[in-house]
């Protein structure tokens, strides 16, 4: 392997981050259209939605990896490596590959002149797509990397699209009301294309009129499929056609156990075109899944657990956990944030659950400075970086205490690359 030409792509593709977020699909169509079109191709489930995404895309993959097909997956961001975004039956893209399609793709896109216009996240769809056509699978599952109607991922024509939930996030980017981020995220929607949703309230409603008008079946959690939880990680499923009493789940957080209806519903879903799980392929995949970052323990006395809540509804979730696992041990939480995120309400949201918040900033220029959050937050510390954020946590924390990673995927990923060095 030569290190200095995967560590050219790298920088070749993370210097397309310049250009930002751009939405629209002509750029991404463009790109496309020199290497071949990869996506005309594929075979996709497609899934949006504020929180749970990539949970889901996860768990859909593994069912289908254990009912016998080949599945690629792309997700984002990553942890600590590129190649996580990308899977065949959930092994990640090597870096030879990275950097043989980071010069194909190049070099086509190129023909037309010097330096065309594609942000990273462009550049590292068309990737994924081309990696999977070489690859043969026989489906591919697809997160959206922000909102849905002019996400770089929305050239394909998938064979049901999932939409997890719709709550504040992006706003800038997206909108500043539930109506109008749902309205972003519908985009994803095909005609006839089976929709499968989490979602509720004013949210639910722009779903339900899309779906009408493109006469998409829509499949809502709690109406036309369920779930019970009946005992820890483990619960029931009421579905389109199927039953499943008393599956087990190997992750951690009843909302894992809402996005694995979700992922149940969406595999139902695919049935028609002839993927089918049968029910010893769902449990055995359910009951081995792993997700990294989202309620990861990565170190026992102290428990250290890395979750990637990073926005109000997120932080919710992760503070019902906190109280139902935990609510007898001490706990700290390290919190680094985005700066165009709602952290004050995030904060907020973890207040009567932790003893001890030590508040640090992630190594991006996106990153809120630690000391911006020290007056929102009872018995605070406030660090320069996560390493010396770790270091803080140790040094206050009990064999018996808990110590919470979260606020940002940027933040839990320093952290999961520093964790053995400093426990």
Not at 117 to 136: G, I, N, Q, S
Not at 399 to 409: N, W
Request: aromatic share 8%; with cysteine; glycine share 10%.
């Amino acid at each position: 392997m030569n290190d200095a030409a995967y560590e050219n792509s790298l920088k070749y593709l993370f210097g397309l981050e310049k250009f930002g977020s751009v939405f629209g699909l002509e750029n991404i169509s463009r790109l496309l259209g020199a290497i071949g079109d990869p996506h005309k191709s594929l075979r996709t489930v497609h899934i949006a939605g504020t929180n749970g995404k990539g949970s889901v895309a996860t768990m859909i993959a593994c069912i289908l990896k254990a009912a016998g097909y080949r599945v690629g997956k792309y997700t984002s961001p990553h942890l600590v490596s590129f190649t996580e975004r990308i899977t065949v039956d959930e092994e990640e893209i090597t870096e030879r590959d990275v950097i043989s399609l980071t010069d194909y793709i190049r070099a086509r896109a190129h023909r037309s002149g010097p330096d065309p216009f594609y942000t990273f996240f462009d550049f590292t769809t068309a990737l994924a797509f081309e990696y999977f056509r070489r690859k043969e699978v026989d489906i591919a599952v697809i997160e959206t990397g922000l909102g849905g109607r002019l996400d770089s991922t929305n050239v394909i024509e998938p064979m049901a699209s999932v939409i997890t939930n719709v709550a504040f996030d992006h706003m800038g980017e997206l909108g500043g009301t539930i109506g109008k981020i749902a309205s972003e995220k519908v985009g994803i929607i095909k005609r006839g294309v089976p929709v499968i949703t989490g979602a509720r309230g004013k949210a639910l409603g722009v779903l339900e009129r899309s779906a009408r008008g493109l006469s998409s079946p829509l499949y809502v959690l709690g109406r036309d499929f369920v779930f019970r939880k009946k005992g820890n990680k483990r619960f029931s499923y009421r579905g389109i056609a199927k039953t499943y009493d008393d599956v087990s789940l190997n992750l951690d957080g009843d909302h894992q156990l809402s996005n694995a209806a979700l992922a149940l519903c969406a595999v139902e879903a695919l049935s028609p075109a002839g993927f089918v799980a049968a029910p010893g392929h769902v449990r055995d995949a359910l009951g081995t899944v792993k997700w990294q970052g989202r309620l990861e323990t990565v170190r026992q006395q102290p428990l250290v657990i890395l979750d990637g809540a990073h926005n109000v509804s997120g932080v919710r979730a992760l503070a019902r956990f906190l109280r139902s696992r935990y609510r007898d041990r001490r706990k700290l939480v390290v919190f680094g944030v985005m700066r165009d995120k709602q952290y004050e309400r995030m904060l907020d949201a973890m207040k009567g659950c932790i003893d001890l918040a030590i508040l640090t900033q992630p190594k991006t220029d996106r990153a809120l400075e630690a000391e911006n959050m020290r007056h929102l937050a009872h018995n605070s510390i406030v660090t320069k970086d996560t390493k010396s954020a770790l270091r803080k946590a140790r040094q206050f924390a009990g064999e018996k205490d808990v110590i919470l990673v979260t606020g940002s995927f940027y933040t839990i990923g320093e952290a999961k690359q520093a964790v053995n060095e400093i426990f």
